[in-house]
C-alpha cells in the first residue's frame, strides 16, 4: 500500500526542502506548498497529515487550520490532522485552532517520526 501523502506548508524554501528530505527518509511522500492559501486550495483527499508552518505571508498557519477545519466541516470531509511545525508559535495556540500536535523546528528526525507513527498508522 502506498504511503499517505504528507503536504508541508512552509515559505522558506530551505526549510521546505529540509522537511521533504526528512519525509523522503521516513520513507513519506511530501507535497509542498509556500503559503495558507494554497494549503486551503489544495485537495486534500489523499493527504494522510499536514505539517503546517505557522508564521507564512498572507494568511498565517493558525488562521489557514481554523479555515481548514470550517472548510471540512462545510464539505463533511474527514478531518486531516495538522502538526504545527513552526519555530515562532507555542503549543497552546496551535490546540487552540484545532491543530493535533506541535513540532518546534528544525524537527528532530525522531519527533517527526513519533508524530508520524501517531496519525499515520
Ligand atoms: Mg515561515
Redesign the pocket.
Known amino acids: 500500500m502506498p504511503q499517505p501523502l504528507v503536504l508541508v506548508v512552509?515559505?522558506?524554501p530551505m526549510?521546505r526542502d529540509l522537511t521533504r528530505r526528512q519525509l523522503t527518509k521516513l520513507g513519506y511522500e511530501a507535497v509542498l506548498v509556500g503559503s495558507g492559501e494554497e494549503a486551503l486550495d489544495h485537495d486534500h483527499s489523499h493527504i494522510g497529515l499536514i505539517l503546517m508552518?505557522?508564521?507564512?505571508p498572507g494568511i498565517d498557519g493558525a488562521y489557514a487550520t481554523m479555515l481548514i477545519r470550517e472548510k471540512e466541516l462545510r464539505n463533511q470531509r474527514k478531518r486531516v490532522p495538522i502538526v504545527a511545525l513552526?519555530g515562532?508559535s507555542d503549543a497552546q495556540t496551535a490546540f487552540s485552532v484545532g491543530m493535533d500536535d506541535f513540532l518546534q523546528k528544525p524537527a528532530l528526525m525522531a519527533d517527526l517520526k513519533r508524530v508520524l507513527d501517531k496519525f499515520l498508522t
Open positions: 512552509e515559505d522558506d526549510l508552518d505557522i508564521g507564512l513552526t515562532h
